[in-house]
């Protein structure tokens, strides 16, 4: 049974720091996907980033020279380290995985974790 648990959300200040992790578990994380999305409250769920197989990232817009995705196979975990960060980027966040092609489309992806809150204040 794969199982993903995300970490590491809280409250930070306008342009402070958060790392969140995936850790990941009933499967070898080396062979999936990672990605991170996010739900902002009323709002649809987002595509954030997301490393394949090989270690090429991919990055919504907004997260482009702001947030920095990363994995540990070793260790079965997905990072997202999110700098800079401003009111706007307030949501849950949720690590998914997915074989063997990155998507940005939520749909495409079967295993989620549970989410983590994010709140920035001004």
């Known amino acids: 049974q794969v199982q993903l648990m995300e970490s590491g959300g809280g409250t930070a200040h306008v342009g402070g720091s958060l790392r969140l992790s995936c850790a990941a578990s009933?499967?070898?994380?080396?062979?999936?996907?990672v990605a991170w999305f996010r739900q902002a409250s009323g709002k649809e769920r987002e595509f954030v980033a997301a490393?394949?197989?090989?270690?090429?990232?991919f990055y919504a817009d907004f997260a482009k020279r702001r947030f920095i995705i990363d994995r540990d196979n070793a260790k079965n975990t997905g990072y997202l380290q999110m700098n800079s960060l401003r009111p706007e980027d307030t949501a849950v966040y949720y690590c998914?995985?997915?074989?063997?092609?990155?998507?940005?489309?939520?749909?495409?992806?079967?295993?989620w974790g549970q989410g983590t809150q994010v709140t920035v204040s001004s």
């Open positions: 998914a995985v997915i074989s063997p092609f990155v998507s940005r489309q939520a749909t495409d992806y079967a295993d």
């Open positions: 009933g499967l070898s994380l080396e062979n999936y996907a």
């Open positions: 490393i394949n197989r090989n270690g090429f990232s």
